[in-house]
T-cell receptor, first 112, second 117 residues
């Protein structure tokens, strides 16, 4: 019940295309859902996060879509660029709990 | 912009040797986390501190790993003796607190890449 399942494991998208990464969870007590971006040899960096009281959050080319009833959330990268090539992790957390539960990661490659 | 500092960035050691990693969290962040990340996987929490106290070290292999945050600011993670399977990226992160809407975001350092030969 504590797991966050992330798919796909890897993704190749043409420059200018839309990249979509999906995550699913079981614990209905989760109320904070961040996405982290990690470049090779670097630590993860918070990209965007959402709470269950909204269904969508957009920051620039990055959008989180959240479906509370389906217990799913996804990251959409519009107009994908080669510089977006990285590994993306979804995660989930309860406000009352310290522990961040991580997805397994998606390696995204944007082809020029 | 405030950042989490870690050193060294890279460490190569032979098995059975001792290694130590250092982390300086963002100023004012009460909570500090040490993670281990194996290539191709997500971070795995090893230990969490709230100020100088350990909140959770259930995933820390205590026979060889130790961590301290004596003054509630910077922290050291030690491995003695190192084993081949310890080769990984060791990440430090910090956050304002542990719970509550304002305290959720964890900021990560650049990590220490450990190679055990």
């Amino acid at each position: 019940q504590q797991q966050v399942k992330q798919s796909p494991q890897s993704l190749i998208v043409q420059k200018g295309g839309i990249s979509i990464i999906n995550c699913a969870y079981e614990n209905t007590a989760f109320d904070y859902f961040p996405w982290y971006q990690q470049f090779p040899g670097k630590g993860p960096a918070l990209l965007i996060a959402i709470r269950p009281d909204v269904s969508e959050k957009k920051e620039g080319r990055f959008t989180i879509s959240f479906n509370k009833s389906a217990k799913q959330f996804s990251l959409h990268i519009m107009d994908s660029q080669p510089g977006d090539s990285a590994t993306y992790f979804c995660a989930a957390k309860e406000d009352s709990n310290y522990q961040l539960i991580w997805g397994a990661g998606t390696k995204l490659i944007i082809k020029p | 912009e405030a950042e989490v500092a870690q050193s060294p960035r890279y460490k190569i050691t032979e098995k059975s040797q001792a290694v130590a990693f250092w982390c300086d969290p963002i100023s004012g962040h009460a909570t500090l986390y040490w993670y281990r990340q194996i290539l191709g996987q997500g971070p795995e929490l090893l230990v969490q501190f709230q100020d100088e106290s350990v909140v959770d070290d259930s995933q820390l292999p205590k026979d060889r790993f130790s961590a301290e945050r004596l003054k509630g600011v910077d922290s050291t993670l030690k491995i003695q003796p190192a084993e081949l399977g310890d080769s990984a990226m060791y990440l430090c992160a910090s956050s304002l607190g542990t719970s509550g809407r304002a305290n959720n975001e964890q900021f990560f350092g650049p990590g220490t890449r450990l190679t055990v030969l």
